[in-house]
């Protein structure tokens, strides 16, 4: 008897354990829609010592990590999901090189910020199973973000041109993704 209840114990904890990380997690949610970076990355760093092989939350995690000013933080979760992805091409891995792409432009290290925005569009281009429309605008200006700030401002402007018009066709008039992609293209000036 007392084995099976260990058995037992060792199926739910699990369980127990994922529903308390869905539960930080969707805290973790509303503190980033409340722009509190900081108490949101802790929701979702303590989510993850429940749940560590949930990909979805570590991006999101490195993402707050970012937005709090922990770049290290913020590489350390993004080099951890592409630890465990196994050569997968999954929506958050890919999401992952994006988050990786804009460390190494707040670095200013262009070469990497280039190669991580190149393996993000790849990768999205051939990801397996589900496939958000609008990751490739945000993709895409970060890419066109990588070659402005390496001086190859007409590349740049097809790149954010291209987000700006699916933008436009994806979302709201008035959504925030259309301001950035129009910021983009004029950033990158008449060239």
């Given at each position: ?24 997690a969707r805290r973790a949610e509303a503190a980033r ?159």
């Open positions: 008897m007392k084995t099976e209840i260990r058995a037992l114990l060792r199926e739910i904890m699990p369980l127990s354990q994922a529903r308390v990380a869905r539960r930080l829609d409340g722009r509190q970076f900081g108490v949101a990355a802790m929701l979702y760093e303590e989510a993850l010592r429940l749940n560590p092989d949930n990909a979805r939350m570590r991006v999101q995690c490195g993402h707050m990590l970012k937005e709090a000013g922990d770049l290290a933080g913020a590489e350390e979760q993004f080099n951890e999901v592409v630890a465990q992805a196994h050569g997968r091409r999954l929506t958050p891995i890919v999401l992952t090189h994006g988050g990786l792409a804009r460390l190494a432009l707040a670095r200013g290290d262009l070469a990497t910020a280039a190669a991580e925005s190149n393996a993000a569009i790849d990768m999205f281009e051939h990801v397996d199973g589900f496939r958000n429309v609008r990751t490739g605008p945000y993709l895409w200006l970060i890419r066109a973000e990588a070659l402005r700030r390496s001086g190859d401002n007409g590349r740049a402007r097809e790149w954010a041109q291209r987000a700006l018009d699916a933008s436009r066709h994806y979302d709201d008039p008035s959504a925030a993704s259309i301001r950035n992609a129009q910021a983009a293209v004029q950033a990158t000036g008449r060239g």
